[in-house]
């Protein structure tokens, strides 16, 4: 025999470690999850659903659908898109969906249409895995305080109702800005230059329920970063946003801007691919640390007056009972009392309810960490 085409086998531990990394192949994949603002839905059913199959999607929440009612419905491949918007007496007007592939329908356990801007959808896997999807789309930022005040207590509730791992996507018109000292816990440092009063809004939502930008993780051109763009004024901002449990970091593999999708839109597709397993189930490093619950007060009920004024005379009754007995007090017990006071008529006004997390949430109405 010639020198050189002698097969040498392979060890038995050369063949195991193929063979494992075949198993891994197999069982990891990947889905595909986008956002994004259609301008209206009305007439491009056709372009949406071969956009949608051209790219991969599992699922896609679409925003400002300007269709009205709401309900599901399946498309012409029969994928299942499910709508809320407006009441069919009104003017159509903003609306969001979620178009989700026939691949995964089966695993569709439930929906609620809470407005024509939230909607939320269930996922349940054959391992019990749920997922919550919820679709927003935000109010814009010329808009009265009252309007935003109800969206981002409308969306704090949702988000505290939701099961097992849950993704928000859409349309906020909010801008982020950079990543600073106060919100580097849920964003990264690829974000604009530009903060606003709703991007300050979606912030500060993110911190109280443990959520990350995941726009602002990853390192992209600006073409690849900028979800909105409108060239006869030379416009371009990021307003459109996928965001994920914080506790969920290590399954986001990248979410970047798609420009060649074209649906007659000034928003272009944020595309997320995710981590996941040949049954859909969410992949995810296990933890050495310990979860515990934390209760959360309500806090955003505040900024209704009927609460805020129910808050403010339980504070001052409770004061004035224990003002005698606060006086004759060491400063330390004296702050303790004060903490214990606000923290509790804030739970009796407010309300609060449990949750599981790495991080406590509402950093500021808790025992240990008030003020």
Not at 55 to 67: Q, R
Not at 266 to 271: F, G
Not at 308 to 331: G, H, I
Request: aromatic share 8%; glycine share 6%.
């Amino acid at each position: 025999m010639q020198a050189g085409t002698k097969k040498e086998g392979k060890t038995k531990h050369e063949r195991g470690q193929e063979n494992n990394k075949s198993k891994k192949l197999k069982s990891e994949c990947m889905w595909k999850i986008a956002t994004w603002n259609v301008r209206g839905i009305q007439g491009k059913e056709d372009e949406l659903e071969a956009e949608f199959e051209d790219i991969g999607l599992e699922l896609l929440a679409i925003t400002e659908t300007k269709k009205k009612g709401e309900g599901s419905t399946r498309t012409k491949n029969d994928h299942l898109l499910i709508y809320s918007g407006v009441e069919k007496d009104r003017r159509a007007q903003s609306g969001v969906g979620c178009l989700i592939s026939r691949r995964i329908c089966e695993s569709v356990y439930g929906w609620r249409n809470w407005s024509d801007r939230i909607l939320s959808v269930e996922i349940k896997h054959l391992n019990n895995e749920i997922k919550t999807i919820i679709v927003v789309y935000g109010p814009n930022e010329d808009d009265n305080t009252e309007t935003k005040d109800k969206f981002w207590e409308d969306l704090t509730m949702v988000t505290e109702e939701a099961k097992g791992i849950i993704i928000i996507l859409g349309d906020y018109n909010g801008r982020v800005g950079r990543m600073d000292r106060m919100y580097k816990e849920v964003m990264g440092p690829f974000g604009e230059t530009i903060r606003n009063n709703n991007g300050e809004r979606l912030l500060n939502f993110c911190l109280l329920n443990n959520m990350l930008i995941t726009n602002t993780l990853f390192e992209h051109k600006n073409i690849h970063r900028y979800t909105r763009e409108v060239k006869s004024r030379g416009e371009k901002s990021i307003i459109d946003y996928v965001l994920l449990q914080r506790e969920q970091r290590s399954i986001i593999l990248d979410t970047r801007v798609r420009r060649r999708p074209d649906i007659g839109s000034d928003h272009y597709v944020v595309l997320t691919k995710l981590k996941v397993d040949t049954n859909g189930k969410i992949k995810k490093l296990e933890s050495r640390e310990k979860k515990i619950e934390h209760e959360c007060i309500r806090t955003y009920r505040l900024s209704n007056k009927e609460v805020s004024e129910l808050y403010r005379v339980a504070t001052e009754k409770r004061f004035e009972q224990e003002n005698n007995q606060m006086k004759d007090s060491s400063l330390e017990n004296m702050w303790n009392d004060f903490k214990n006071i606000v923290i509790e008529t804030a739970k009796e006004a407010c309300g609060s309810y449990k949750k599981s997390n790495k991080k406590k949430q509402t950093a500021w109405w808790t025992k240990e960490n008030i003020f």
